[in-house]
Structure formats: structure tokens, C-alpha cells
């Protein structure tokens, strides 16, 4: 069902994960996706890997829930791996009809593979185990200084936390629609690509003005509680940097280290 | 055509956190040209068990037999049983898409494939049956009516299609109390003059006790109750404990028991009650 997509979803849970500093997690996970871009053999892998084995451990969220992040992008992985496959010159291992795949393919396809599942895995923990108003408070926190500069790290946040509180209240209207269109006998699961545009007609329709009316609805809400922004504000749930934030820093700074140090040394 | 049921679970979202167990255990058979109520608190499981009936969602376990086809077989045509049985969702009015209210009410016959002839007539009648003017509303933009007005398009849209089994899920749900009562006769109306089965989902005790002729009563996913309005309202304080209440009726020939004036009998709308009354304190 259309409710099941895990878009961005958080994982509820009360691990040490979970409860970590939402800035330091979402600095540690931008320092994730650098240091695979700094790794350049599979020993580096291997250590990326091992890290992000022990955050999937520690954090407690199912295999088959975290694996589930790929699925949207299984296209693009496929596409990379074949494209590197055939595409690099070099020393030829098989060939037929008119493509050739090489050795340097083979480990061109399978270093960039390891690479792109890395990376998606590593940033949809990021949200599997983290609220997201606590993700966009962690945002708003570290573009604050850039506030001094003009950006409206605040207006930005808040734009982002609406959309994501929306996107399963717009999943749900979508299916409530769906399913009362459906019942007047709507098909949108057969025919041509042209008539199944067509059956979309009925569910953007009350869908856009469901989302008009939502959005003025949550404006008048707003205004009659006399939000504005501009002010400095405060909040009912301070982040903290505590000291288990102080231990998952060093563990962080550990693992870039040791990914440096086996740059360097092999 | 009747409607049974048998055995029916439902578990939203199967193994994952966020699992939820909606039906459990349901049986029951609605007999042919009932007008059946369907009761029960919030989160019951009400309007998951009209999209069972409507093949919108498919059960866990458990068989629904419409007429003898049991829909729930894989492999059934959905079409089929969208012609049998319509279903009016909760707030019908946002489902509205077209230009206008003709071409909004249209949708639905010719989604079955009917004949344009048919398909115009059925949309004239299906206009008429709502107590709307269709040759007032034909053209006009369904954006631009009144929110009952809305309703009753929306409504118009589903019988269109002519039934066999109306579901209407909480119909009168946010209108006035004059356009409340206009729905509900509607309902009656249309009722009678097809004797279809209607199943009725509603909030409000005196409805449910003035037009059902069978009344179920979900709690907690179970069907705890099923029976003719007199026998379910009777256990008003049953009703009570699963967070509903005893039409007005009951209530008040009830306290006026407590306070001594002996009201004989067990009336169902407010006029049987006022004659019992008027008969209680006759000198
Ligand atoms: N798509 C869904 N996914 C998960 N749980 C759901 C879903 N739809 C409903 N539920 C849950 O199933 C239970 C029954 O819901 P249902 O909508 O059938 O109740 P209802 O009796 O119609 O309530 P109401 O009177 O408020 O309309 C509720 O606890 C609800 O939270
Ligand atoms: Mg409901």
C-alpha cells in the first residue's frame, strides 16, 4: 500500500543511537559520506563497512527495515554497476558479440557498487533513527551562524519541518482518495500509458485542492497562535550536547583516523 | 443478495512496528433489503470493514460472501463486485474532481461501461434521488456548491451506479442539522424505492435506532453485538462501557423512570417517547 513507502522514516527506538545529539549526527553521517569518497581500496571499505555495521547493531533497527532504503534506488546502483562493467578499457577477462569486460571493469564496478550502498545505507540510518523535527532542529542549529550572513536558517528549517510532518498526512490523503475513486470503479493499474495518465486525473485533482486546503488551514492555525518568524525563539525541547555526544565524537574522529591512516599507509 | 460474513481478520501493516490489529473474528450476515447500522467507537474498525466489503482492502482471513461470489477469492473481478456494492467514504465530497456535476456523477457508469444513453440517464435519475435540480446543477462547477450540496453530488456520484449494496460511511458527518435530516431521508428514500441492502456507519444513537433494522456493534476490532435496534438497546449499559450511548428515547424515558414517573416500554424516537410519556403522566 501506498502508506508502506519508507520515505525518510524513522525507525522509533531508544538506543544509544537514537538518543545521540542530532547535530553530531548529522555532521558524523556528512563525515560518513566524505570518507568514503577518501577511501581508495577495499581495505578502507572493509573498515567503513565494519563502522557502519556497529552503528546498525548498536542502533537496533531491523536488517530488512535498513536494506529497504535501497530499493528506490536499486535502478541507479544497477545502472552504475553495468556501465562500469563494460564501459572501462583495460586488461580484457571475457568478451562477447561486441562488449568486453576487463579487470579494471570488474573492480571499477565493484568499488563504485560498495560505494553507492554505502553511502545510501549510512544516510538513511540517519533517519531511520532520528526524529525528524529533531533532524530539522539539528539543521537549524548548525546553518544558524550563517544567519549573520542573511540566511534565514530558521524560515528554512521550519519549511522543511512542515514538508516532512505533510508527507504521510499527503500519503493518506492520496490513499483515502485513491481508494474512494476505486470504488467508483477507477482502474489505474491497467491499460496504456496514456489512459493510466488519464486515470490520474481523478486523484491530482482533489489531491492538489486537499493540499491547498491543508496548507491554509495550518497558515490560519499558525497566525491565529501568532507565530512569525524574525524573532529568536525558544524551545520546549533544548538539544543538548551530553556526554555520551562527547563519546560519540571521539568514535567518530576514531573511525576518520583510522580511514586516513589506511590511505596513507597501503 | 445478502451479505456474508465469515471469520474476517484484518491486520494493518503485518509484521512491521507499527502492526495493528483493526478486525478480529468478524461474523455476520446482513439478509437481503435490510437496512443495516454499524456502530462502535472511534478506532473500532468500522470503515475498515466497509473496505473489506468493497474489496478495497483485502483480508487477512475470512470470507465475505456477496450474493453467493465470495470476494475475497483471488482472482475475482473487482468491477463485478463495484457494481454490486457501492461505498460512500466519510467526507465523499473531497473525491470530486470534474468540471462539472454532471461529468463528476458520470464517472462512475462509465467506468462500468455502460452505454452514453444509460450513463446520461442514470446521471439525471441519480441527480433527482439526491433532491438535487439537475437541469440547475448540471453544468455548474461541484467546487462551487455548498458543502451539503457537495455531499449530496458525491453521494449521487456512487448511486449512479445503481447498487445492490449501499454502504454509506458516517454520511451526515460535519453538516447543519437541517441538511443532517435531509440526507438521512435521502437515504430512506432511496432505500425504499430500491430495496437494497443499506449499511449505515454512524455516530448518532437516534439514527441508527429511528432506520436500522439491524444493528452491529464493533468494539475493539470484535463484533460484540448484533441484533434488531430493540435487543442491541437494550443493553444500554453494555453500550455504555464500550464508550456509546442509548438513543435519547431510552434515555430519557430511563431518568424519568429513576424519578418516579413510570414510563411504560422501550421507544426508539423521541414521538414513540413522547406518547409513552404523554400516556405515563395522563390523569
Ligand atoms: N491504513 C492503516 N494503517 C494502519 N492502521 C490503520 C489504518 N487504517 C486504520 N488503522 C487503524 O485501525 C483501527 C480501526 O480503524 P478504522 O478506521 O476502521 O476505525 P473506525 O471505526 O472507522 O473509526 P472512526 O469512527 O474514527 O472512523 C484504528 O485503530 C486505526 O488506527
Ligand atoms: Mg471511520
Known amino acids: 500500500m501506498i502508506r508502506d513507502i519508507t520515505l525518510g522514516q524513522y525507525y522509533p527506538g531508544e538506543s544509544w543511537i537514537h538518543r545521540l545529539d542530532p547535530r553530531l549526527k548529522i555532521v558524523a553521517t556528512l563525515l560518513y559520506i566524505i570518507s568514503l569518497f577518501v577511501v581508495r581500496d577495499f581495505g578502507g571499505f572493509l573498515i567503513a563497512w565494519l563502522a557502519l555495521e556497529a552503528v546498525i547493531l548498536i542502533s537496533r533497527v531491523p536488517r530488512s527495515y535498513i536494506l529497504r532504503g535501497l530499493r528506490p534506488v536499486f535502478l541507479i546502483i544497477a545502472f552504475t554497476l553495468l556501465v ?46 532520528t526524529r525528524p523535527i529533531q533532524l530539522t532542529d539539528g539543521i537549524e542549529a548548525l546553518l544558524s551562524p550563517l544567519k549573520k550572513i542573511g540566511v534565514p536558517a530558521h524560515e528554512l528549517a521550519m519549511m ?22 476505486q470504488a467508483r470503479g477507477a482502474d489505474f493499474e491497467t491499460g496504456s500509458l496514456f489512459r493510466r495518465a488519464k486515470a490520474l486525473v481523478p486523484i491530482l485533482v482533489p489531491l492538489f485542492i486537499s493540499a491547498f486546503r491543508i496548507a491554509q488551514d495550518l497558515a490560519m492555525a499558525m497566525e491565529s497562535r501568532c507565530y512569525g518568524s524574525g524573532r529568536p525563539r525558544t524551545r520546549m525541547n533544548e538539544i543538548r550536547f551530553a556526554r555520551r555526544d562527547l563519546a560519540g565524537a571521539i568514535l567518530m574522529m576514531s573511525y576518520l583516523a583510522m580511514i586516513v591512516l589506511e590511505r596513507i599507509l597501503w | ?126 441527480i433527482a434521488l439526491v433532491g438535487l435540480d439537475y437541469d440547475e446543477v448540471k453544468n455548474a462547477s461541484p467546487f462551487t456548491l455548498s458543502g451539503g450540496q457537495k455531499r449530496r453530488v458525491a453521494i449521487a456520484g456512487v448511486i449512479a451506479m445503481k447498487p445492490e449494496i449501499l454502504i454509506l460511511d458516517e454520511p451526515t458527518a460535519g453538516l447543519n442539522p437541517q441538511a443532517h435530516e435531509e440526507i438521512l431521508d435521502m437515504i430512506c428514500r432511496i432505500h425504499e424505492e430500491t430495496k437494497n441492502i443499506t449499511l449505515l456507519v454512524s455516530h448518532n444513537m437516534n439514527d441508527i435506532a429511528r432506520l436500522a433494522d439491524q444493528v452491529l456493534v464493533l ?65
Open chain 1, 84 to 129: 562500469n562493467l563494460f564501459m572501462i578499457p583495460g586488461d580484457v577477462l571475457v568478451r562477447f558479440w561486441k562488449l568486453q569486460i576487463t579487470v579494471q571493469g570488474v573492480e571499477t564496478a565493484a568499488f563504485m557498487g560498495i560505494r553507492l550502498v554505502l553511502l545510501i545505507l549510512g544516510s538513511s540510518l540517519l533517519t531511520l533513527t
Open chain 2, 219 to 283: 468494539d475493539g476490532g470484535r463484533l460484540v453485538m448484533d441484533g434488531t435496534p430493540e435487543e442491541v438497546f437494550a443493553r444500554g449499559d453494555e453500550l455504555e462501557r464500550i464508550g456509546l450511548a442509548r438513543p435519547d428515547a431510552l434515555r430519557i424515558t430511563g431518568q424519568l423512570r429513576r424519578s418516579g414517573i413510570f414510563v411504560e416500554g422501550s421507544p426508539l424516537t423521541l414521538e414513540e417517547a413522547a406518547d409513552l410519556i404523554a400516556k405515563a403522566v395522563a390523569p
Open chain 2, 1 to 126: 443478495m445478502a451479505i456474508k460474513v465469515e471469520h474476517l481478520n484484518h491486520i494493518y501493516s503485518p509484521g512491521q512496528p507499527h502492526e495493528h490489529k483493526a478486525l478480529e473474528d468478524v461474523s455476520f450476515t446482513v439478509a437481503d433489503g435490510t437496512f443495516a447500522g454499524l456502530i462502535g467507537h472511534t478506532g473500532s474498525g468500522k470503515s475498515t470493514l466497509l473496505q473489506l466489503l468493497n474489496g478495497l482492502l483485502k483480508p487477512t482471513s475470512g470470507s465475505i460472501f456477496i450474493g453467493d461470489a465470495d470476494i475475497t477469492r483471488p482472482g475475482v473481478s473487482m468491477l463485478k463486485i463495484r457494481r454490486k456494492t457501492g461505498l460512500v467514504f466519510q467526507y465523499p465530497e473531497y473525491q470530486l474532481f470534474e468540471e462539472t456535476v454532471a461529468l463528476d456523477v458520470a464517472f462512475g457508469p462509465e467506468n462500468l461501461g455502460l452505454a452514453p444513453e444509460e450513463v446520461d440517464a442514470r446521471v439525471r435519475e441519480a
Open chain 1, 160 to 181: 522543511m519541518t512542515i514538508a516532512l510532518r505533510f508527507i504521510p498526512t499527503l500519503l493518506e490523503e492520496t490513499d483515502k482518495i485513491m481508494k474512494a475513486q
